[in-house]
């Protein structure tokens, strides 16, 4: 006899469990995905220049523990509590300024700063700066469109800038990141954020950079 056919009921409380799962599921495939990219190009040999072993071996966290979205959210809001006024500036410049949206604007990152703020993110930021300096950049513009959305009048005056960059300084003052001379600098440094001190006592005269020819045959 063919097996009777069976009607499954699912109250309330199966279902949400059914959904926190599949959101739990969904958050580590993005926080494998993001250490996946962070990781790529990088060799598995030990002490290599650019590999994942040296670059964090150092720093207490490790950067798939976040997702980009949450990285990226700690950043909107530092700047929004931060940098409110520079974000201004950029959107609607001061009247001697261009408000030029094919220009490159600028925003400077106090590192301590933001470290004390957040210090998970913000060490993350020194040990990884290629992947979240993108990811600051991004926040960038989307708290522009933030603080556009919250205007109620001369909205128009606002214009939404695209080529926005991070400019990171002051860093922390420890054995990790302060250099206190570029023999200091080792291959372990390489795609980290580090500072050396130094003083300038000679300088060449200006060269041209020659990067391409065009050859034309008479």
């Not at 996946?36 to 220049?49: A, F, I, M, P």
């Not at 650019?50 to 150092?58: E, I, M, V």
Request: with cysteine; net charge neutral; aromatic share 6%.
């Amino acid at each position: 006899m063919p097996p009777k056919k069976r009607n499954i009921n699912y109250d309330d409380d199966d279902a949400d469990e059914n959904d926190n799962a599949g959101n739990e599921s969904l958050i580590v495939r993005e926080r494998l995905n993001f250490a996946n990219r962070s990781s790529n190009g990088s060799s598995s040999g030990g002490g290599s220049v650019g590999s994942s072993n040296s670059t964090n071996q150092w720093c207490a966290f490790n950067i798939g523990d976040k997702s980009e979205n949450d990285i990226e959210r700690v950043m909107i809001a530092y700047l929004e509590k931060y940098h409110l006024q520079d974000i201004r500036d950029i959107l609607c410049p001061p009247l001697t300024l261009t408000n030029d949206d094919t220009i490159h604007y600028s925003v400077f990152i106090d590192v301590s700063h933001f470290m004390s703020a957040n210090i998970e993110i913000g060490s993350i930021l020194l040990s990884y700066p290629t992947e979240l300096i993108p990811i600051f950049e991004r926040a960038l513009i989307k708290t522009q469109q933030r603080h556009i959305e919250k205007q109620e009048v001369m909205k128009e005056q606002f214009k939404l800038k695209t080529f926005v960059h991070v400019r990171l300084h002051t860093l922390p003052q420890c054995s990790e990141v302060t250099k206190t001379s570029v023999r200091s600098v080792r291959s372990c440094d390489a795609n980290r954020l580090i500072s050396v001190s130094g003083t300038v006592i000679k300088t060449g005269p200006i060269k041209m950079l020659e990067y391409k020819k065009i050859y034309i045959c008479k």
